[in-house]
């Protein structure tokens, strides 16, 4: 099992990237996906999140309004767009899937934001936005 995420680059403050995230070895189709991300030096912090069915996305205060999380189940594939990117979102953007499938832990809000609900993680991809 494989996510292989790409898309980052370096861009100047203000730009739009897309990030995807490619999953092989397995459908993540019935489960839910996110992207994290880690600055040097810190440690690695909830950015976006979406249920299995596309129906509900999460988001961390930083990001609400910039950034959008979608899938194509069809393509196996996650994306994360991202606008108005400032200095500080620079980072380290990882792609994560969960295992679990579990319609109950699936209502807990809560279980989208840690990191430990996730079971198979991408390699990173780095963004860089200079001011």
């Known amino acids: 099992v494989q996510l292989q995420a790409s898309g980052g680059g370096l861009v100047q403050a203000g730009d739009s990237l897309r990030l995807s995230c490619a999953a092989s070895g397995r459908t993540f189709s019935r489960n839910a996906m996110g992207w994290f991300r880690q600055a040097p030096g810190k440690e690695r912090d909830f950015v976006a999140a979406?249920?299995?069915?596309?129906?509900?996305?999460y988001y961390a205060d930083s990001v609400k309004g910039r950034f959008t999380i979608s899938r194509d189940s069809a393509k196996n594939t996650l994306y994360l767009q991202m606008n108005s990117l400032q200095p500080e979102d620079t980072a380290v953007y990882y792609c994560a899937a969960d295992a679990t499938n579990s319609a109950r832990r699936y209502q807990d809000e809560n279980y989208y934001y840690s990191a430990r609900s996730y079971d198979f993680w991408g390699q990173g991809t780095q963004v860089t936005v200079s001011s």
């Open positions: 979406i249920s299995w069915s596309g129906a509900f996305t």
